[in-house]
């Protein structure tokens, strides 16, 4: 029993927020609320399990939510010059991906520490971004192929749901079941151990940060598409909600480390309380409240984890 509620009894706990909110929210469980959570949800769920890849591997990643943020402006600006979206699509993948990768390199090759170097990632990022917009975000028409990426249906199922649903069922495959993932996980749990046993320990650090940056880049072509706009600070709330939805996925399943199917409940955990708090008409801050309490207590649960993540060198 012990062990179950360790694994489950956070998840179980989202389970009877939901039902609580089924019962007293109104609306809430009306097919058009439930379908609109999820398409809310998936942008949170797609950065957030870019988040859990770097901490898989004992690394913080703080710049995704700014890479994000670039990513869009570069998609969005090429969109509105009219270059063909899929080579725009293209090129905020490559910006986000490429900020990963740094992210990696810097943590690798010159020893910074993560929680510095993604510091520092995003700064610039934040700056490259409102230089190419000038603070002023770009809007318009766009072609209705490339927003109907998200904004589009799929037998009735707004098409962001799917795009969330092949994302984490990908990352779980890859974490859970391939050798990538084991090497990974190995890397995080015991760095020298992993080494020692021929894993390419450094090589898998690149890979969790680049990896996040990829995340970040799928989450901003899907938010440009869905909001047929892209500013310089789109993707700011994404950052404490993202690390959020990580560390509350740390308590459940696999207590105490970062694993895809937590973060995806956690996600979606936060998602569903932020709209059940609007329905019952509750204040706009008691979401961040919440939240506060959710990053607070998910850190008791794992905070040799972080600790390690952030500072180790």
């Known amino acids: 029993m012990k062990s179950f509620v360790a694994k489950y009894g956070t998840a179980l706990a989202g389970l009877a927020v939901l039902i609580f909110l089924v019962i007293f929210a109104r609306n809430f469980a009306s097919q058009a609320n439930l379908l609109n959570v999820l398409k809310q949800t998936s942008f949170l769920t797609i950065l957030s399990v870019g988040f859990t890849f770097a901490l898989i591997t004992s690394e913080l990643d703080l710049s995704f939510a700014s890479l994000c943020s670039l990513a869009a402006v570069v998609t969005g ?58 603070g002023v975000a770009f809007v318009g028409r766009w072609d209705a ?26 990352a779980w495959f890859v974490a859970n079941r391939t050798k990538l993932g084991v090497h990974m996980l190995a890397t995080g749990e015991a760095q020298e151990a992993a080494h020692r046993a021929g894993i390419a320990t450094r090589r898998m650090k690149l890979i969790g940060l680049t990896l996040s940056g990829l995340a970040a880049g799928i989450a901003a072509v899907l938010l440009v598409s869905n909001l047929s706009s892209a500013a310089p600070q789109m993707a700011g709330d994404f950052l404490m909600n993202g690390i959020a939805a990580v560390l509350l996925g740390m308590t459940m399943f696999q207590p105490g480390r970062p694993n895809i199917a937590g973060s995806f409940v956690g996600a979606l955990t936060i998602a569903v309380l932020a709209n059940g708090l609007v329905l019952l008409g509750a204040p706009y801050y008691l979401q961040d409240i919440m939240l506060g309490v959710i990053v607070i207590g998910s850190v008791s649960v794992s905070a040799s984890v972080l600790k390690k993540a952030a500072f180790a060198v």
């Not at 600006?77 to 992210?103: C, K, R």
């Open 145 to 170: 192929t490339f927003l109907s990426l998200a904004r589009g249906k799929l037998f009735g199922i707004p098409t962001l749901i799917f795009f969330m649903a092949a994302v984490v069922l990908i």
């Open 77 to 134: 600006g090429l969109v509105h010059a009219e270059i063909a979206w899929p080579l725009a699509a293209l090129a905020g993948l490559g910006v986000a991906l490429a900020g990963g990768a740094l992210n990696g390199f810097l943590v690798t090759a010159i020893k910074v520490p993560s929680l510095i170097a993604t510091l520092g990632t995003a700064s610039i990022a934040g700056g490259v971004a409102f230089m190419i917009t000038g």
